[in-house]
């Protein structure tokens, strides 16, 4: 077995991590996790914006891993990163490993109305074509995405990481609360996971607004401290909607638990102005640090996907991170 593990590591090299521009702390972090150094490379965008991007050391024969998160200015960073992916395989990388934190265009994954496309599949198709061999993304919208690709990837999750920082804060009489009927299933395996009961707002979005307006609450929050959970927050509307909703309803504290902080330029100011006890998010996607908040937790995806990339680049499992 020792034999055929070192020819697996000969085939590809040694790690090569670099990072595009959209979260260069993160980077750093998984480079300092990893023990190695984050790689060089110019960038320039012209008058004409476009893009232009130089290595300043090899990838040869080396097993290289871009670590990009999908955020605004969204189109600039996608395709910031396939010229990167371009520009490593026209180099001679053995493998190319796209790192994508938050994958844009994960909500487009499906004609649910006439005469759409479907962007999530348009991206992985030219995510592959730009030469990727591997992907890796945190908390897909549709877990059917993965479906999209024709290449391997680790679709993960921060579940472990946000309920293990919950877990150890020992809140008396939690119990755990859905955004929506949608995400009902993934708040019940917070509800398993912290052996509380499980509530779920019911919302209905009002005209071709996109707005949400939460109802009726399914269950019992009558004295009972509340976590919020939900996969990402854009205009931060539907989790205050939720928030009133469950204090109305005779809840004491209302904590907030998500991993992608999108967070469009709204929801600063809502969030700030609703009554959560405590804000808990990750930082797939960079935080200002203007823009956080005194009762923002910030807690890292670092550890996590350094592990992945080692173990990915050692063809060990990753499953058995996470037990399964």
Sequence with gaps: MAYARHD??????AIKLFGGSSCPDLTREIAAYLGV??????????SNENIFIQLKESVRGQDVFI?????????????EMLIMIDTIKRDSAARINVVVPYLAYSRSDKK??????????????IIETAGA??????????????????????????????AKYVEEKHIEDLVVCSTDLGFAKKARNWAERLNTPLVIIEKRRTGNTGMSEALTIIGDVKDKNVLLVDDEVLTGGSVTNAADLIHKEGARDVYLAFTHPMLGPSAYDKLASGSFKEIITTNTIPIPPGKRMPNMTILSVAPMLGEVIRRAHEGRSVGELFNE
């Design 8 to 13: 697996y590591l000969a085939s590809y090299g």
């Design 37 to 46: 150094s984050v790689g060089s490379y110019s960038r320039e965008i012209f």
């Design 67 to 79: 670590v990009q998160t999908l955020c605004p200015p969204v189109h600039d960073h996608i395709f």
């Design 112 to 125: 649910d109305q006439p005469r759409v496309g479907i962007a999530a599949r348009l991206l992985a198709n």
């Design 133 to 162: 061999d591997r992907y890796m993304t945190i908390d897909l919208h549709a877990g059917q995405i993965q479906g999209f690709y024709n290449i391997p990837g680790d679709a993960l999750t921060a579940f472990h990481i946000l």
